[in-house]
């Protein structure tokens, strides 16, 4: 039936090979060998057929797709990472414009900048900045692409030192809808660069991006402090004490889960449910120590594996916990703090989980996040407390309706102590809860925005602002 979907598309052959004429990167066909392997995202509960793959070695080749699907009347998908929870970056029956092969980096150590192109992952940024200690405050997992992650804001280890990964940009080079190159910067398309920052995937494919870079480690005090997860309402209660006055170096990710079998970890202790916090202190290691000693002390944590370690390792901790080819699905929410209220309605859904693979964080926001400007960018939020993200994870099909179904009631649940939602924590929910992501006054200035760049909305497998 998949596969149905992609070969019922009819590709103009003439048009298809002129473009493969001047074509540098690879375009994959449904009877391709390399067919499967492209089709396929990061989240395994995706299954979708494309009618065609463009795998782009650069900008020409992006602007060619673009015309190619505009004449085709395909709808587009673009991919960096593949990282998209609901799938967005894959498509039935369309073009996805795949990005991946388009990897140059560089690194300006002395200006303290870095020109990226799209295709790059998380990893690999870390990878070349770290070599000169710097970075860009840039998600959790290294496999992550740095686009995607980019255009809907950004949260990662050091957003509470040095901001969201968008707000270290400098500007951006667009293909737009029309198959044309522009760019975008606080000073050149002012209002395409304000929207690109939050909402950027609805008004054209960002081909590079050039970053502000902030000196971060080589070597930074982080790792995770675990508790029995019986224990989650007090550890909770002290946790948010605690974070009340420590200082921005300091970034916190609560997550509860099964304790996962890795080497690090006692065997007697794998699949322990668990209550953790993880700290990052992007500041001088000693002084981390001080900050970090109260939470270690706290009860009798059961392991405590907060440690000096080279920041490029801590940012590879997540990523055996969430591998391409899982199924995943995802509910999450902003909250202002967290109130009794909500730590209650954590410690009581946590344990109900039921998959030793689902592993949800409770992000700590504030810090420089807040020091940006609300009206500055397209991303909504700044003022949030915290970001929860109800993840719910299985190796297959088996239990994957269960533990979504888990993950809904507990979202449900958090209803009443919501104020936004984070954009790139979005499932297909909706177009209400588009809006919600962006606020009633930025989202109409994102609908005037998109009737400038993409008024016939070519741009709409993503969280669509429609221009209408």
Request: aromatic share 10%; charged share 20%.
């Amino acid at each position: 039936m998949g596969a149905a979907i992609a070969t019922e598309v009819k590709v103009d052959a003439a048009a298809l090979a002129a473009m493969q004429t001047t074509f540098r990167g690879e375009i994959v066909l449904p009877p391709d060998p390399t067919y499967e392997e492209h089709r396929r995202v990061w989240n395994g509960s995706i299954d979708r057929y494309p009618a065609l793959i463009v795998r782009c070695a650069g900008v020409a080749d992006v602007i060619a797709a673009v015309r190619f699907a505009r004449r085709a009347n395909l709808a587009v998908a673009v991919r960096s990472g593949g990282h998209s929870f609901p799938g967005l970056s894959t498509c039935d029956g369309g073009i996805v414009i795949d990005l991946s092969p388009m990897k140059g980096i560089r690194v300006d150590p002395i200006a303290r900048t870095a020109t990226v192109q799209a295709g790059v992952l998380l990893g690999d940024l870390d990878r070349e900045t770290q070599a000169f200690g710097l970075a860009v405050p840039a998600g959790i997992v290294t496999h992550t692409g740095l686009a995607g992650l980019t255009l809907g804001g950004g949260i990662g280890w050091l957003m509470r030192k040095h901001g969201l990964t968008i707000d270290q940009l400098l500007e951006v080079d667009v293909i737009t809808a029309d198959g044309e190159f522009v760019k975008a910067s606080a000073s050149e398309n002012p209002d395409l660069f304000w929207g690109i920052r939050g909402a950027g995937s609805n008004f054209g494919i960002v081909t590079a991006f050039e970053f502000r870079l902030n000196p971060v480690g080589p070597t930074v005090l982080a790792g995770p402090i675990f508790w029995p997860m019986e224990e989650s309402a007090n550890v909770l209660r002290f946790y948010r004490d605690w974070i009340t006055d420590v200082p921005d170096e300091l970034t916190t990710v609560v997550v509860h889960r099964r304790m996962p079998a890795l080497p690090a970890i006692p065997v007697e202790l794998h699949g322990k449910p668990v209550v953790t916090v993880i700290s990052c202190y992007a500041g001088p290691v000693e002084d981390g120590e001080a900050v970090i000693r109260p939470m270690r002390q706290f009860g009798a944590p059961i392991l405590d594996l907060c440690m000096p370690k080279p920041f490029v390792a801590h940012q590879a901790m997540f990523d055996p916990s969430f591998p391409r080819g899982r199924w995943y699905y995802f509910r999450s929410a902003d909250v202002a703090e967290l109130t009794d209220s909500v730590i209650d309605v954590v410690a009581e859904r946590a344990p109900q989980m039921t998959s030793p693979l689902t592993a949800f964080p409770i992000f700590q926001l504030g810090g420089a996040i807040r020091q940006v400007g609300d009206d500055e960018t397209a991303f909504n939020g700044r003022s949030a407390g915290h970001t929860i993200n109800i993840n719910a994870a299985t190796a297959s099909a088996a239990g994957f309706d269960e533990e979504r179904e888990w993950s809904r009631s507990f979202w449900t649940a958090l209803l009443p102590y919501q104020s936004s939602v984070y954009v790139n924590f979005l499932m297909d929910e909706g177009q209400e809860r588009i809006r919600q992501a962006y606020g009633p006054a930025r989202y109409d200035r994102l609908k005037a925005l998109k009737r400038k760049y993409d008024p016939d909305n070519f741009f709409r497998i993503n969280q669509n602002i429609p221009p209408g």
